[in-house]
């Protein structure tokens, strides 16, 4: 399954695992469409668990998975849910971090109750025989007791468009998919030849869902996640960048976070400099309508070169949006889906930040990105 999320990290301890929740059942009876994982921003925000972020954050997304005894059918090499990540699928952690279960009446009678100060809310499948079904019992609930818009990050086996239109006329607003891999090589070395027990998933399979879904959805209200730091090069990610661009489909960048124990948990985070590049690239291509020829790459598909004009390039950093969260906004184009934590720990400096950078992120940012050493100016008129 895909990278996602809003977590925050719950720290261990007494009690760690005590459900906040009243009237729980026995472990084995739950799950989905009764029970829920959230997020443990989403737990904070909505009162199941008490904690504090490490600066102060109203964060309004909440993000939902689906919970089921089995787990997820797929095998990502780099994912927490992973089938053959060592663990009960329960107890495991989701970017690092865990995901407390709780009863879905209970969460929607709380987001009814919270919703003036949500932004957006997710419902994140899993590959499951399961999911569709109750991916709509649990849209439908939500949907008659809540207004806040509603994704579904799909898990893209499970579906096809007669499917994907029936999340339409339930009141989805928009479909994330999970594309992680950028390219058709890696996304097979990771996501499709899986070690025996998995469910290898389809490169094409993924790429029809997001066709049809854009075909359902209409213009910027699909989604897909991409993964900085899983092997491509920054060829490969300006590729899709534009790819997705011309087809009205945001690119929501994620930074590669190492799951201990997941086939890559011993995989490094792409290097701050590459990361901060890419969210500017990105910005500068879905925002302000770079191309390829704006990009120049060396041998190896490494960002060499970016050629603008000075006034378009700094007014995009100085800006301060491009190095925020990715995410689907809220009602009125605001930050919806914040992630706080997603792709780094809280005692590390932010990757994207929640919230617009403030001049000291401002000036660490100008450091990281180094723009000097690739920058070519007043090229683009
Ligand atoms: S960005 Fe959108 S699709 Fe992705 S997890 Fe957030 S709300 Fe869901």
């Known amino acids: 399954m895909t990278d996602l999320g809003a977590p925050v990290e719950l720290r261990a301890g007494p009690g760690r695992r005590e459900l906040t929740v009243t009237g729980e059942g026995p472990a084995a009876a739950r799950v989905s469409p009764d029970w829920v994982r959230i997020s443990g921003a989403s737990a904070m925000a909505l009162r199941f668990r008490s904690g504090r972020f490490g600066r102060e954050l109203a964060s309004g997304g909440i993000n939902l998975l689906l919970n089921y005894e089995e787990g997820c059918r797929s095998d990502c090499a780099y994912c927490g849910l992973a089938r053959t990540r060592p663990g009960d699928y329960e107890d495991k952690s989701f970017i690092r971090v865990e995901w407390p279960l709780v009863r879905t009446d209970e969460l929607v009678e709380r987001m009814a109750r919270a919703e003036d100060r949500l932004t957006r809310l997710c419902i994140s499948m899993v590959t499951s025989p399961l999911a569709y079904r109750h991916t709509c019992v649990i849209t439908e609930q939500i949907r008659s007791a809540v207004r806040t818009p509603l994704s579904i990050l799909v898990a893209p086996p499970t579906l096809n468009r007669a499917k994907l239109e029936q999340f339409h006329e339930l009141g989805v607003d928009m479909i994330g998919v999970g594309l992680d891999a950028v390219t058709e090589e890696l996304f097979r070395s990771l996501r499709t030849e899986v070690p025996a027990g998995g469910a290898g ?118 800006d301060g949006v491009a190095f925020m969260t990715n995410g689907c906004p809220g009602e009125q184009g605001e930050p919806g889906c914040t992630r706080p934590y997603g792709s780094y720990r809280p005692s590390e400096q932010f990757r994207d930040f929640p919230f617009r950078p403030e001049p000291g992120d401002m000036r660490a940012i100008l450091d990281e990105l180094a723009l000097d050493d690739i920058f070519e100016r007043e090229v683009r008129a």
């Open 201 to 318: 998933l389809s490169w094409t399979k993924y790429w029809s869902v997001v066709d049809d879904a854009r075909d359902v959805f209409g213009p910027w209200k699909v989604n897909c996640h991409t993964l900085v730091g899983l092997g491509e090069t920054d060829r490969d990610l300006v590729e899709t960048f534009v790819r997705l661009r011309e087809r009205e489909i945001f690119s929501y960048l994620f930074c590669f976070n190492p799951e201990p124990d997941s086939r890559l948990g011993g995989r490094p985070k792409s290097p701050l400099r590459r990361w901060r590049r890419m969210q500017l690239v990105k910005h500068l291509i879905e925002s302000a309508g770079y191309d390829r020829d704006n990009f120049g790459f060396d041998a190896a598909g490494n960002l060499e070169l970016l050629r603008g004009t000075t006034s378009e390039v700094e007014a995009a950093v100085a």
